[in-house]
């Protein structure tokens, strides 16, 4: 079975393999995933928010997630990275822990995901308006705001495995609920601020 026939857990799994206190470096990352650029690099950037970390997990995976999404939004043919993080990643056991706690969501969802309206996947206007709303949710995920690491997540792991598989649809779905999400982030930042207004009146 060649890297082009394999799922993503599969791919995932074999990265895993090994030390658990080694660096699955971005570099490593982008050889193994040939089949696409900007996927497996953003599916990475998401990892943090799934795993309990000292510092805020949103801190960490919110810029990456930025990164990945201005340079869609540029409509960059492929990821571009700074010489000092491509030799950065997560740890194999980090990587470990993530596998083996959302075995199960991946198995249902590769039973669904197939490749489909690659319009959505690979027209350039249609890649940086998903490289957009990541942008702006990466900086959503890096505000320090309760219980959101998980949803936001789980959300965004849906771009990662749209780009992945080429799933247009799952793209559109994952467009719909983004724009939902940035729009009723916007709405209920706008009434605090008025709340905190009238409030200090």
Known sequence: MTNETKTTYQLLCELAEGNPNETVSLDELLQHF??????????????????????????IAGPLVMLVGMQ???????????????????????????LGR???LFSWLERRIRPRLD????????????????LLLGFLLALPIPFTNYPFGLLLMA?????????GGLMVLAWGVGITTVIGFAFLSEAAATWVTQWLA
């Not at 696409?36 to 998401?46: D, H, K, M, N, Y």
């Not at 960059?76 to 010489?83: F, G, N, V």
């Open 102 to 104: 959302s075995k199960r």
């Open 119 to 134: 319009i959505v996947i690979a027209y350039p206007a249609a890649s940086a308006f998903t490289g957009l709303q990541l």
């Open 159 to 167: 771009y990662a495995l749209g780009l992945l598989e080429r799933d």
């Open 34 to 59: 040939r089949r696409s650029a900007f996927g497996p690099l953003l599916l990475i950037s998401v990892l943090p928010a799934f795993i309990p970390l000292p510092t805020g997990a949103g801190a």
């Open 72 to 98: 869609m939004l540029l409509t960059l043919s492929k990821p571009w990275l700074p010489h000092w993080l491509c030799r950065r990643g997560p740890s194999r056991g980090a990587l470990q822990r993530f």
